[in-house]
């Protein structure tokens, strides 16, 4: 008979696992020692460091273990150190910077093109050939990673590098594949006659492209972001202020999004971590803290995951038609026009927005 049993859930020691994503002088390295100070409830947290220990250099101001991290930077290398320094039960573990593990020397990128180079030396044409096979062994050991991640008792703060990123695309393309989509929707909702000739993509279309921002992106693993308890992007124009990329509602009220991360957040982390009882500010707090709020526009990270939304949506909407919902409900809200509160509203209230919005629109048609 097996010893699995059931018992009441109460939330105790449960681990975190944060990321802190952005460029070079965006306070990545100096907000996860505040993070982690006041995360290990007094406890010295360790750090590990894969950046020549440019962790040091805040030793006279923050109290912490360190240890260096040296190529190659291979998955299990981060892995074994993270387990050391569970296993000698520091509270917090910092990683500065997971992105090595990526784009470090040795790292993932490293570790493919040696693999294709073994697998197909010079050949070039044996080398297409050869290039999904070339990923298995880096990509199995990452995944072997990320399972030991998530079995570490302490909890982890892993900063990430990020760069700006762009992208290629066709309007005239992507505009014609949304009215495809929306056409098999609209003729699966009502049953219609499918015999008429529908204009398929790339039917004649103009080959003009464009060049697309898409904001910062860490620089790591594509799937590595989703591991994350929660994740915020800095930026060196604000250094050490948070913006949300993933923040769960228990978490909320931990984060003051309108000052840089602390150990004030750090303790409110723990105690949310250590007890099922809900840490509740008190009604100065809570109203100071929608005053700092108050009137702060809608980010850019907000307006990036209100457009993952309308992607979604059905019918999916276009970057046009998103900036009409958006500036319509910036024109008819109670927050104060196109605010920090208005894109929260957005996102997490999308589907009753959005038919607020059609509403109004037909109501206008019709006059």
Same mark, same amino acid.
């Given at each position: 008979m097996s010893n699995f049993s059931f018992r009441p859930a109460v939330r105790e020691n449960v681990g975190l696992i944060i990321g802190l994503i952005g460029p070079s002088g965006s306070g990545k390295t100096y907000s996860a020692l505040r993070l982690a100070i006041g995360l290990s409830g007094g406890k010295k947290p360790a750090g590990i460091d894969t950046e020549a220990c440019r962790m040091k250099h805040y030793a006279d101001q923050f109290k912490f273990d360190h240890g260096e991290l040296m190529p190659p930077f291979r998955p299990d290398t981060y892995a074994n150190a993270i387990k050391i320094a569970d296993v000698s039960e520091y509270s917090v573990i910092?990683?500065?910077?997971?992105? %090595?593990? +990526?784009? @470090?020397? @040795?790292? =993932?990128?490293? +570790?493919?093109?040696?693999?294709? /180079?073994?697998?197909? @030396?010079?050949?070039? #044409?044996?080398?297409? !050939?050869? *290039?999904?096979?070339?990923?298995?062994?880096?990509?199995?050991? %990452?995944?072997?990673?990320?399972? *030991?991640?998530?079995?570490? *008792?302490? %909890? $982890?703060? $892993?900063?990430?590098?990020?760069?700006?990123? !762009?992208?290629?695309?066709?309007?005239?393309?992507?505009?014609?594949?949304?009215?495809?989509?929306?056409?098999? /929707?609209?003729?699966?909702?009502?049953?219609?006659?499918?015999?008429? #000739?529908?204009? !398929?993509?790339?039917?004649?279309?103009?080959?003009?492209?464009?060049?697309?921002? #898409?904001? +910062?992106?860490?620089?790591?693993?594509?799937?590595?972001?989703?591991?994350? !308890?929660?994740?915020? $992007? $800095? /930026?060196?124009?604000?250094?050490?202020?948070?913006?949300? =990329? #993933?923040?769960?509602?228990? %978490?909320?009220?931990? =984060?003051?999004?309108? *000052?840089?991360l602390d150990e004030e957040a750090g303790r409110k982390l723990l105690a949310w971590a250590s007890s099922s009882q809900v840490q509740k500010s008190t009604k100065k707090e809570s109203e100071k803290q929608e005053k700092k709020l108050s009137g702060r526009p809608l980010t850019t990270v907000q307006a990036g995951e209100i457009c993952k939304i309308t992607a979604n949506n059905e019918p999916p909407l276009s970057m046009a038609e998103t900036k009409e919902v958006i500036d319509w409900y910036s024109a008819n809200n109670d927050h104060g026009g196109r605010t920090y509160e208005a894109g929260q509203a957005l996102i997490h209230g999308f589907p009753t927005i959005f038919d607020r919005f059609l509403e109004a629109r037909e109501q206008t048609e019709e006059v």
């Open positions: 910092i990683v500065d910077s997971c992105s %090595h593990e +990526w784009a @470090g020397d @040795g790292g =993932i990128l490293d +570790w493919q093109e040696e693999e294709l /180079t073994r697998m197909a @030396g010079d050949d070039w #044409k044996k080398r297409e !050939t050869c *290039k999904m096979a070339s990923w298995i062994k880096p990509k199995m050991s %990452h995944k072997q990673m990320v399972q *030991k991640l998530l079995q570490v *008792k302490a %909890h $982890l703060i $892993l900063c990430f590098r990020a760069e700006e990123k !762009t992208e290629m695309v066709n309007p005239y393309r992507e505009s014609l594949e949304l009215w495809h989509r929306r056409r098999e /929707t609209m003729e699966k909702w009502l049953d219609a006659d499918q015999s008429e #000739k529908k204009p !398929t993509p790339g039917d004649e279309l103009p080959n003009k492209m464009i060049i697309r921002q #898409k904001g +910062w992106q860490p620089i790591c693993e594509k799937n590595m972001p989703y591991e994350l !308890t929660m994740s915020f $992007l $800095l /930026t060196p124009d604000k250094p050490g202020y948070p913006q949300p =990329i #993933k923040l769960q509602e228990q %978490h909320k009220a931990a =984060i003051d999004l309108s *000052k840089p």
